[in-house]
Every structure is written in structure tokens, then in C-alpha cells.
């Protein structure tokens, strides 16, 4: 990518971004440049990541200092970072997954849920159900209490309950090139203001279509109100 995507939220120390899904975050062996850390300032450094297939709020330090304030800020029990996923099945009300969270040993690319991995925990809610292709499909709010690589990946298809398009975990989706999984609010303290800061992020076109084609009113969450508020 050349052009920095949407910004959801900046000061001094911090920039809150709206990353596209197909967008990688950091350079990598198999994608060296083109990604989001070339579209930022110099000298940025971004605190936690996406997964290169979902969208939403990428939070990103101006400066070595302040990332590692963002990522104690981002650890304090008053931030939370929700996501919104579809998944195949009908998953319950509501819950919480404990289950730890360790690399594959036949594919380090993988996560896998293994006793001697490290604690993982994850909070959901069923906001609505629906159909896809004959199936029972559920859009889920996701709370991450700890910040695993796939972790909500992971968890939701140890339950049963896989993203939708993830070929990894469950199963691809002909002709949806994403997963169905979107980084939607993201709240935390400001660690030099003191300020609550709450950005959240519009569900992007495709995968409101995805919602709306399995009667979920797509359309709700990619008119809602998106944006920051500081307090």
C-alpha cells in the first residue's frame, strides 16, 4: 500500500488507523514492502497487529517511548478491544474462553490449543443469527482479555465455531477473499493525558454485504457512527 488508510484518531504520540483487509502490517520475508508500516511516519512502531485478512483499528505509537506506554495501557483492566465476528454454527448467548494457546509443532505458522501453551482468554456475545448457504451462521461481539496471535481464530474454532472465510481454522468462503472479522472498538487510558480515548471503526462494504446476504442488516454496522471520543 503507498497511501496511509483512514485516521480514525492522532495527537502528538499516537495514531489510530482503519486498516483495509488484504493490507499486511509489518514486512515480512514474503511481503518486504508495501505494507502499513511503510505508509506511517518515521520512526512509528505499531502496538499489537491484525491479521492480514481483517480489517479495523491498528493502533500505532509516534515513538519508541510511547509504544511501550500503549502497550501497558493496552494491558490495564479498564481497555478493551471488541471485535465483530461471523462464524458457522449457532454459538452460544454468551461466554468466555480459557483455553491456552501454543504454535503447531508441524506448522509454526498455526496456533493450536495445547496444555503446555501460554494462558488465553476470550469473551463473546451472540448478537444475532443467521443463514449462509443452507447453514446456521452467528455474528458474535469478541472481548480479548489477552492478545494471542489468532487467538479469537483460534478460540471460536475450538468451540465450534469458525470465521467465516478462514481457511486455516475451518474453511474458505467462494468469493469472499477475507475473514469475517473486523477489529471494531478500541478503548484504552491515553498513558500521557490521562484521557479515555474510544475509537470505533464502520464494518467496510464487503463484509456488510456478507451480513446482509445472511440476513444480519450489514447495513446497521456499515452506517453506524464510527469515529473517536476523548474524555
Same mark, same amino acid.
Given at each position: 500500500?503507498?497511501?496511509?488508510?483512514?485516521?480514525?484518531?492522532?495527537?502528538?504520540?499516537?495514531?489510530?488507523?482503519?486498516?483495509?483487509?488484504?493490507?499486511? #502490517?509489518?514486512?515480512?520475508?514474503?511481503? !518486504?514492502?508495501?505494507?502499513?508500516?511503510?505508509?506511517?511516519?518515521?520512526?512509528?512502531?505499531?502496538?499489537?497487529?491484525?491479521?492480514?485478512?481483517? %480489517?479495523?483499528?491498528?493502533?500505532?505509537?509516534?515513538?519508541?517511548?510511547?509504544?511501550? =506506554?500503549?502497550? =501497558?495501557? +493496552?494491558?490495564?483492566?479498564?481497555?478493551?478491544?471488541?471485535?465483530?465476528?461471523?462464524?458457522?454454527?449457532?454459538?452460544?448467548?454468551?461466554?468466555?474462553?480459557?483455553?491456552?494457546?501454543?504454535?503447531?509443532?508441524?506448522?509454526?505458522?498455526?496456533?493450536?490449543?495445547?496444555?503446555?501453551?501460554?494462558?488465553?482468554?476470550?469473551?463473546?456475545?451472540?448478537?444475532?443469527?443467521?443463514?449462509?448457504?443452507?447453514?446456521?451462521? %452467528?455474528?458474535?461481539?469478541?472481548?480479548?482479555?489477552?492478545?494471542?496471535?489468532? =487467538?479469537?481464530?483460534?478460540?471460536?474454532?475450538?468451540?465450534?465455531?469458525?470465521?467465516?472465510?478462514?481457511?486455516?481454522?475451518?474453511?474458505?468462503?467462494?468469493?469472499?477473499?477475507? +475473514?469475517?472479522?473486523?477489529?471494531?472498538?478500541?478503548?484504552? #487510558?491515553? !498513558?500521557? %493525558?490521562?484521557?479515555? #480515548?474510544?475509537? %470505533?471503526?464502520?464494518?467496510?462494504?464487503?463484509?456488510?454485504?456478507?451480513?446482509?446476504?445472511?440476513?444480519?442488516?450489514?447495513?446497521?454496522?456499515?452506517?453506524?457512527?464510527?469515529?473517536?471520543?476523548?474524555?
Amino acid at each position: 500500500m503507498t497511501a496511509l488508510p483512514p485516521v480514525l484518531f492522532e495527537d502528538d504520540d499516537l495514531i489510530i488507523v482503519d486498516k483495509p483487509a488484504g493490507v499486511v #502490517v509489518h514486512p515480512t520475508y514474503k511481503n !518486504p514492502g508495501d505494507t502499513l508500516l511503510d505508509a506511517l511516519p518515521p520512526g512509528s512502531r505499531i502496538v499489537g497487529r491484525l491479521d492480514r485478512l481483517t %480489517s479495523g483499528a491498528v493502533l500505532v505509537a509516534k515513538r519508541a517511548d510511547v509504544h511501550a =506506554q500503549l502497550q =501497558q495501557a +493496552l494491558a490495564a483492566p479498564e481497555a478493551e478491544k471488541i471485535y465483530l465476528a461471523l462464524v458457522r454454527g449457532a454459538a452460544d448467548e454468551r461466554g468466555r474462553i480459557d483455553l491456552p494457546l501454543g504454535t503447531d509443532p508441524s506448522d509454526r505458522r498455526r496456533r493450536i490449543v495445547t496444555d503446555g501453551g501460554a494462558p488465553s482468554a476470550t469473551e463473546f456475545e451472540r448478537l444475532d443469527t443467521g443463514n449462509l448457504d443452507g447453514g446456521i451462521v %452467528s455474528l458474535l461481539r469478541c472481548r480479548l482479555l489477552t492478545g494471542r496471535r489468532h =487467538q479469537i481464530r483460534v478460540h471460536l474454532s475450538a468451540r465450534g465455531w469458525p470465521v467465516v472465510g478462514d481457511a486455516v481454522y475451518g474453511e474458505p468462503l467462494e468469493g469472499f477473499s477475507r +475473514l469475517a472479522l473486523h477489529a471494531w472498538t478500541l478503548t484504552f #487510558v491515553h !498513558p500521557r %493525558s490521562g484521557e479515555r #480515548v474510544r475509537v %470505533s471503526c464502520t464494518v467496510p462494504a464487503e463484509l456488510a454485504s456478507l451480513l446482509s446476504r445472511c440476513g444480519l442488516r450489514g447495513d446497521a454496522y456499515a452506517a453506524g457512527a464510527a469515529g473517536a471520543a476523548r474524555r
